[in-house]
Each structure stands twice: as C-alpha cells, then as structure tokens.
C-alpha cells in the first residue's frame, strides 16, 4: 500500500521560502519511479509544479515555479522534498505530493496522491 504524507506548509510573507516534505512508504523505484508536486489554488483546477525521478537524474518544472522552486529526493528516506524560494501571492495553494512515472522525458501521473498541505503566502 502506498502512503504519501505531506508536512512543512505554513503561512510566510511575500519573498520568504519554506521546503515541503513527502515521506513516501510503499513506493519503489521499480514501481513509481518518479515523484511529483502539485498544487491547487482556490477555485481553481490541480496543477502541476514540479517532478523528478528517484535516480536524480530527470527534474521538469512548471514555467510558473522555474527558477523559483527545486525539487530534490533522499532515497535513504524515501523522501521527496520541495524548496520554495522567492514567493509569491499566487503560489497560495493546496500542495500535493504524487507517485508516478517518467515517460516519454515528462511526468506521468498514476493513482497515489498525499492528502496536501496548505502553504499561504501574504503580501
């Protein structure tokens, strides 16, 4: 059974950071080889933000967060994490962390999603 489970949002102001955790149980490298955050604003649809394979090797990124956000893996703790620099207003959001795979040099999603964590950003 795959458990994923989010923790490190919080409220920050406008150009402040904070790193998102994923603590990913029953996952492989065999079976998702590829970890991914989402998010979702208020009234609007889920989004995409950032992916990597567990290898390191493969990363893509929204246009909205390039720059801006790393995404990085501890395979000793199954963990993936998300370094949010420089934020804005509108990264407000629901965050979520998925199991999926690396297809064709992009993201693909498969069915295991954490239960998000909420980051707010204030002006």
């Known amino acids: 059974q795959v458990q994923l489970v989010e923790s490190g949002g919080g409220l920050v102001q406008a150009g402040g950071s904070l790193r998102l955790s994923c603590a990913a149980s029953g996952v492989t490298s065999f079976s998702n080889d590829a970890m991914a955050w989402f998010r979702q604003a208020p009234g609007k649809e889920r989004e995409f933000a950032a992916a990597?394979?567990?290898?390191?090797?493969?990363?893509s990124y929204a246009d909205s967060v390039k720059g801006r956000f790393s995404i990085s893996t501890d395979n000793a703790k199954n963990t993936v994490y998300l370094q949010m620099n420089s934020l804005k207003p509108e990264d407000t959001g629901v965050y979520y962390c998925?199991?999926?795979?690396?297809?064709?040099?992009?993201?693909?999603?498969?069915?295991?999603w954490g239960q998000g964590t909420q980051v707010t950003v204030s002006s």
């Open positions: 990597i394979t567990w290898n390191g090797r493969n990363a």
């Open positions: 998925a199991a999926g795979y690396w297809m064709r040099g992009r993201y693909s999603p498969s069915e295991w």
